[in-house]
């Protein structure tokens, strides 16, 4: 059924478009109702409106509090145009039907977003005439049409245009289901800052997160599953769902996965030209340099097997000589803050990479909450973004303070790295960082030190230089520093790295073999530090 637009209800907090909008559908001669500051930018415009309280006769009051919440106006709203009680009413009362309901509400994810705003700010931009009056709307969408987003603005004319000034109930019925991700969204957002206002009083603390307008994937993990991805436009920082994708195939869920882990390792290595290389959510490669060019070298030689097919993120705009370092290599796609006009140039000549660039500045993760889903509920956390609690070392062999740079840099590669994990990290130049050998996502530690982290070590050395020696690579080896993410449950790791020519070690304690551990270090001169924070990575 179509149903014409004869009269409109405009209140808007977001101004944009909306002028544009009102003089289409006056040109359309619809009857324009508006309130306080709509009204005002309507009128200054030229355009005939009518004050809302002219229509219901009642002056908005408490400060603009109660000006739409009235029977007029939600009568005109909800009134089905098909039922004889509902027009008789509507006669006994003399009430006039609204059309078309164009509101978007107060800015509450904005103004909470703001540093240092406070709560009886926080609940003024709490909207409650602007959630009733588009949730009646959309409950009606039979015959109301119910926008709520600009960008739906120009739609809306030009169906009316299409259906001599109506629209069609298919097309009312998309703007409506879309109410009610909005309002789901926005309460869902005062819930969750205002939990927050309560968090130290220790009451049971909700976490209520809504999103509207998934984009649908190609598939999903495997090409049997279907998949979306929705947005949050709320987010503060960098992230991998808010990227522009400025040349390539569309994104895949893998893409995407992988491009998360990506983004997130290397945002701790921001402030340093600095490159994360993830195949299957691994750092396969990671690494820093002087340069970003020389830090992706650095990067990809950590693994250069499995950095085919990978997906890389770096901390700095991607010059020329950086472009070039993917020359004859295949990579899924490259992230960054940024391109020079002749290094995206020369990266669009390859076709099946995706390039794509942050919205939002490189910088540390910030404190937020994770969401895992399980079959049957959510598991809810807060994100990993720190490094260490302290650094305390109890073996007889001092830790080299030289090295202490080496280590951290190692536990940011630990800590993004699949538990159980070993990495092998190198200082390949003065100041500079690089993963040698990573072992992941083992069952038992000593594998993944034994088996993966090392031999991957050695492997690598033999790549690099074809001719070094045994002594050579025992050499290198024991300048590195091997980074575990979660304590030593048993002495027999240090066993393994002590026969693979450790002489440096970082792990969390906290076994309850502690001392274990300790004496196996001074058994074989092993300086080991403890950081007091595990980075269990499930």
């Not at 009606?140 to 119910?146: A, C, D, I």
């Not at 739609?155 to 009610?180: H, P, S, W």
């Not at 994708?245 to 893409?255: P, T």
């Not at 070993?422 to 000593?446: C, D, H, S, T, W």
Request: glycine share 8%; proline share 4%; net charge negative.
């Amino acid at each position: 059924m179509n149903v014409k637009i004869k009269r409109a209800l405009l209140s808007v907090s977001d101004k944009a478009g909306i002028i544009d909008f009102a003089r289409h559908l006056h040109e359309m001669e619809v009857e324009l109702l508006s309130t306080g500051g709509t009204a005002k930018a309507i009128r200054e415009a030229g355009i005939e409106v009518k004050d809302v309280s002219e229509f219901t006769g009642f002056p908005e009051m408490l400060d603009g509090r109660v000006k739409t919440l009235t029977p007029q106006v939600h009568a005109g709203i909800l009134y089905m145009r098909d039922n004889e009680e509902h027009i008789k009413t509507m006669i006994e009362y003399e009430l006039g039907q609204i059309d078309l309901v164009c509101v978007n509400l107060y800015p509450f994810e904005e103004t909470i977003a703001r540093e240092g705003v406070t709560l009886p700010e926080a609940i003024e931009q709490i909207d409650i005439g602007g959630p009733t009056m588009i949730r009646s709307a959309a409950k009606n969408m039979k015959f109301v049409t119910v926008v709520t987003d600009p960008a739906d603005y120009a739609q809306v004319i030009r169906e009316m245009k299409e259906n001599d000034g109506a629209t069609t109930e298919d097309f009312r019925f998309i703007l409506g289901q879309k109410v009610y991700a909005r309002a789901a969204q926005y309460n869902a957002a005062i819930a969750t800052y205002l939990a927050e206002q309560v968090s130290e009083k220790k009451l049971a603390k909700p976490f209520v997160k809504a999103y509207s307008d998934g984009t649908e994937l190609r598939y999903g993990e495997n090409a049997h599953q279907k998949a979306w991805l929705y947005k949050d436009m709320d987010s503060r920082e960098a992230t991998i769902a808010l990227t522009e994708v400025l040349h390539g195939k569309e994104m895949s869920y893998n893409n995407y996965v992988d491009g998360d882990g990506a983004l997130e390792a290397v945002k701790d290595l921001s402030g340093k030209p600095g490159v994360a290389v993830i195949k299957h959510t691994n750092p396969c490669g990671y690494a820093t340099g002087e340069t970003l060019a020389e830090a992706f070298e650095a990067a990809w030689a950590g693994d250069p097997v499995s950095a085919f097919g990978s997906v890389i993120a770096v901390t700095q705009k991607i010059d020329m000589a950086t472009a070039k370092c993917l020359d004859g290599r295949f990579v899924e796609a490259i992230i960054a803050p940024g391109y020079d006009e002749d290094a995206l140039d020369h990266l669009m000549k390859k076709k099946n990479l995706r390039i794509l660039k942050l919205k939002k500045p490189m910088g540390k993760a910030l404190p937020q909450r994770m969401v895992k889903q399980i079959n049957g509920g959510l598991l809810v956390q807060d994100v990993d973004t720190e490094i260490l609690e302290k650094w305390e070392v109890p073996t007889k062999a001092p830790f080299d303070e030289t090295k202490k740079g080496l280590a951290l840099f190692g536990i940011a590669a630990a800590k993004h790295t699949k538990s159980n994990a070993i990495v092998l990290v190198q200082e390949y130049k003065a100041g500079q960082f690089r993963v040698l050998g990573m072992g992941a996502g083992q069952p038992n530690r000593v594998d993944a030190l034994r088996k993966l982290s090392v031999s991957k070590a050695v492997e690598n050395l033999k790549t690099e230089n074809p001719e070094i020696s045994d002594e050579e690579i025992t050499k290198v080896i024991s300048e590195c520093v091997f980074v575990s993410e979660a304590f030593f449950p048993f002495a027999d790791s240090i066993d393994a790295a002590h026969e693979m020519g450790a002489k440096y070690i970082v792990q969390p304690g906290g076994s309850i073999r502690d001392d274990e551990v300790i004496a196996a270090c001074n058994k074989y001169g092993i300086a080991m530090a403890l950081t007091s924070m595990r980075h269990f990575k499930h």
